[in-house]
């Protein structure tokens, strides 16, 4: 499967490939069950929809993040905690957590690969609201812009993050950063 095979299929993960769904019913307490429909009515998704992302996000990233030690920050704090930090000291956080984080996340579900990679793009947007992407192809190459608004030590340090990734599964990154987006061409 080509780059650009893998990674159009997988900038759709709520596409099923073979379509197949199955019934299942869960007993849920009433306060959840509104909060879940008010959800659902604010984001114009039915209640059903709403139940299988928040479950498919669970179970492709979440869980995840609960065995590795993870915790919920707001971007508030973050990007308070990252500001703080000399540019310098955000890259060299980035290439240091970016030799074995991504490689661990990628790990505990199966194999290391360039699809998990963009897979784990996919869900550190998704799931964790680390930036917003979107990503087109040019000729060979597949260009993924990533868009935040955390200031440029935050680009800094997601762009060797994510490079360590990248390399671990033997593909070469070139990246182009600002204050507010990082794109990368693979």
């Known amino acids: 499967m080509s780059q650009k095979t893998v990674c159009n299929s997988l900038f759709h993960p709520f596409s099923q490939a ?5 019934v299942k019913s869960f007993r849920i307490s009433e306060e959840a069950l509104v909060a879940l429909k008010e959800e659902a009515y604010s984001q114009t ?3 059903n929809t709403l139940a299988n992302q928040l479950i498919f996000g669970y179970a492709n990233f979440g869980r995840h993040l609960e065995r590795v030690g993870s915790i919920m920050l707001t971007q508030q704090a973050l990007g308070e905690f990252i500001n703080s930090l000399s540019e310098e000291s955000a890259i060299n956080a980035g290439k240091t957590l970016g030799k074995t984080s991504p490689q661990q996340l990628m790990a505990l579900d ?3 690969s360039y699809a998990r990679v963009i897979e784990l793009i996919h869900n550190l947007s998704s799931w964790a609201n680390w930036f917003q992407y979107t990503h087109r192809t040019e000729g060979d190459h ?3 812009t990533l868009t935040h608004g955390m200031g440029r030590k935050w680009s800094q340090f997601i762009t060797h993050y994510l490079n360590g990734a990248f390399e671990a599964v033997g593909n070469r990154v070139r990246s182009e ?3 507010r987006y990082v794109i990368l061409t693979i």
Do not use: P, Q
């Open 142 to 144: 597949m260009k993924i």
């Open 18 to 22: 073979d379509g197949k769904t199955v």
């Open 110 to 112: 199966g194999e290391i």
């Open 177 to 179: 950063i600002s204050d």
């Open 45 to 47: 998704v039915s209640l």
